[in-house]
């Protein structure tokens, strides 16, 4: 089986050693570059399944590089790298085209969970295409319509609740951050928002219990885990 590639544009040796060594243990390729101006030829040359990006680079920032990615490949996974905290920041990483970021100083653990969920958001979105349905164990999931069967029950689905099963859907047999899920369901990941997401996954086992080989586990502190059978 072909090994993920990785490109890893990080300036700091340190750090940089660290997560290539990391990354490569769990056998990923990781391709790393220190100055942006060398990402792209890198890129071109390998063909990386995912970028992960430094914004703060020498020769050219992250966000230059992401846009210079995006005109080869409008699709392919980008994580940033950053210090910076500011909503502008962030805004201006989507803009760039990235996907997800990560501040610095990040765990291993969260950089790994953040790039198999991107993967497998990707590989979700290449396999069901623009499917109107999705079988899960012993029910359909028709998402643009809110709606989830079992033989001949119907159960209608709240926006929210739509798009917290689609999510988790999306990434099957993967950790979805709690974080993650709050930012997209709500905007934000406050204390009361936070509550509510339990209310949602509660209700969200209670709809899918006819099934006992469908599980939503919870992985405390970090998040939910998806499995059908």
Same mark, same amino acid.
């Given at each position: 089986? @072909?090994?993920?590639?990785?490109?890893?544009?990080?300036?700091?040796?340190?750090?940089?050693?660290?997560?290539?060594?990391?990354?490569?243990? =769990?056998?990923?390729?990781?391709?790393?570059?220190?100055?942006?101006?060398?990402?792209?030829?890198?890129?071109?040359? /390998?063909?990386? /399944?995912?970028?992960?990006? @430094?914004?703060?680079?020498?020769?050219?920032?992250?966000?230059?590089?992401?846009?210079?990615?995006?005109?080869?490949?409008?699709?392919?996974?980008?994580?940033?790298?950053?210090?910076?905290?500011?909503?502008?920041?962030?805004?201006?990483?989507?803009?760039?085209?990235?996907?997800?970021?990560? =501040?610095?100083?990040?765990?291993?653990?969260?950089?790994?969970? =953040?790039?198999?969920?991107?993967?497998?958001?990707?590989?979700?979105?290449?396999?069901?295409?623009?499917?109107?349905?999705?079988?899960?164990?012993?029910?359909?999931?028709?998402?643009?319509?809110?709606?989830?069967?079992?033989?001949?029950?119907?159960?209608?689905?709240? /926006? =929210?609740?739509?798009?917290?099963?689609?999510?988790?859907?999306?990434?099957?047999?993967?950790?979805?951050?709690?974080? @993650?899920?709050?930012?997209?369901?709500?905007?934000?990941?406050?204390?009361?928002?936070?509550?509510?997401?339990?209310?949602?996954?509660?209700?969200?086992? @209670?709809?899918?219990?006819?099934?006992?080989?469908?599980?939503?586990?919870?992985?405390?502190?970090?998040?939910?885990?998806?499995?059908?059978?």
């Amino acid at each position: 089986m @072909d090994k993920t590639k990785i490109l890893y544009v990080e300036d700091e040796p340190f750090l940089g050693r660290i997560v290539k060594e990391s990354l490569e243990s =769990r056998d990923y390729e990781v391709y790393m570059v220190s100055d942006g101006k060398d990402a792209l030829a890198v890129f071109t040359q /390998h063909q990386p /399944h995912i970028c992960v990006l @430094d914004i703060m680079l020498p020769g050219k920032d992250g966000y230059a590089i992401a846009q210079d990615i995006r005109q080869i490949n409008p699709v392919i996974p980008i994580i940033f790298v950053t210090a910076k905290t500011q909503t502008e920041d962030l805004l201006k990483g989507f803009e760039a085209g990235g996907n997800d970021y990560i =501040r610095k100083p990040f765990s291993m653990e969260e950089l790994i969970v =953040r790039v198999n969920n991107l993967l497998h958001l990707a590989q979700s979105k290449k396999n069901n295409g623009s499917s109107d349905s999705i079988v899960l164990g012993l029910y359909t999931f028709f998402p643009k319509r809110y709606e989830l069967r079992h033989d001949e029950q119907v159960k209608k689905l709240s /926006h =929210r609740e739509s798009t917290l099963l689609q999510l988790l859907v999306e990434n099957q047999n993967a950790t979805v951050l709690r974080k @993650d899920i709050l930012m997209k369901l709500w905007g934000d990941d406050s204390f009361f928002n936070s509550r509510n997401l339990d209310v949602y996954i509660t209700k969200l086992r @209670d709809y899918l219990r006819e099934d006992s080989a469908i599980q939503i586990i919870t992985i405390k502190g970090i998040g939910y885990h998806f499995t059908v059978g």
